[in-house]
């Protein structure tokens, strides 16, 4: 993942909200249907989002995490690994116990070009889609909980943030809001998503969801859309 630019820099090198973006997208990797269907595995999508959200890890970890064998976990890490979706770290393991993570750039699923223009492909994409937005929805609910049973320190509660909006936007407007929330992002994580280790015992693992997307109005239901 490239480090983040300075989008508030003044000047004519300064970059604009959707030029970061662009950045950023131009160096992601499009998934090919062979991988995203390797990877929709239900359990090699968890341990690849394991993999994300806590950095590296042995087998055996995951194995504990998942309450799956530890043969289980290293087969489908090897699977993964074919993929190109992680990496083992050589430096980190020995002989009996290997250390994974996963691989570093951003990754985009389109669902596009013939592969996908199947029922088979749709079905691949549809899911990767649902485990994907499951895994988020997950997340954020066991943060909900610690804040409701107060386990969650209330200094970090307060610097979060867990906000929806509903407005009525054209497809400019949202293209542009898009393009802002990425550089948003990208300015302030961009270049820690890169560390595979907790710096210091004050840094915290941050997730971070943005969405924003049209929705099917329930007066409108079944009207096309323009544009």
């Given at each position: 993942m490239s480090t983040s630019p300075d989008v508030d820099a003044a000047g004519p090198d300064a970059h604009t909200p959707a030029e970061v973006v662009a950045d950023v997208l131009d160096d992601a990797r499009d998934l090919d249907l062979a991988t995203l269907k390797a990877l929709s595995h239900p359990l090699r999508v968890r341990l690849w989002d394991l993999l994300v959200t806590a950095g590296p890890a042995t087998s055996t970890t995951l194995a504990r995490q998942t309450g799956e064998s530890t043969g289980s976990t290293s087969y489908h890490l090897r699977q993964l690994a074919a993929h190109g979706l992680v990496e083992e770290l050589p430096d980190r393991g020995t002989a009996r116990e290997r250390w994974?993570?996963?691989?570093?750039?951003?990754?985009?699923?389109?669902?596009?070009?013939?592969?996908?223009?199947?029922?088979?492909?749709?079905?691949?994409?549809?899911?990767?889609?649902?485990?994907?937005?499951?895994?988020?929805?997950?997340?954020?609910?066991?943060?909900?909980?610690?804040?409701?049973?107060?386990?969650?320190?209330?200094?970090?509660?307060?610097?979060?943030?867990?906000?929806?909006?509903?407005?009525?936007?054209?497809?400019?407007?949202?293209?542009?809001?898009?393009?802002?929330?990425?550089?948003?992002?990208?300015?302030?994580?961009?270049?820690?998503?890169?560390?595979?280790?907790?710096?210091?015992?004050?840094?915290?693992?941050?997730?971070?969801?943005?969405?924003?997307?049209p929705i099917v109005d329930p007066r409108e239901e079944g009207a096309t859309p323009r544009g």
């Open positions: 994974w993570h996963a691989a570093s750039g951003a990754l985009r699923v389109r669902g596009t070009g013939d592969a996908y223009e199947t029922p088979s492909g749709g079905e691949v994409v549809r899911a990767f889609g649902s485990q994907w937005a499951s895994l988020r929805a997950d997340s954020l609910e066991r943060f909900h909980d610690r804040v409701i049973e107060r386990v969650e320190p209330e200094s970090w509660v307060d610097a979060s943030v867990d906000a929806t909006s509903f407005a009525y936007l054209t497809l400019d407007e949202l293209d542009a809001l898009s393009n802002e929330l990425g550089a948003v992002l990208e300015k302030h994580a961009g270049a820690a998503r890169s560390r595979d280790d907790r710096p210091s015992p004050s840094h915290r693992r941050i997730e971070v969801q943005i969405r924003a997307f």
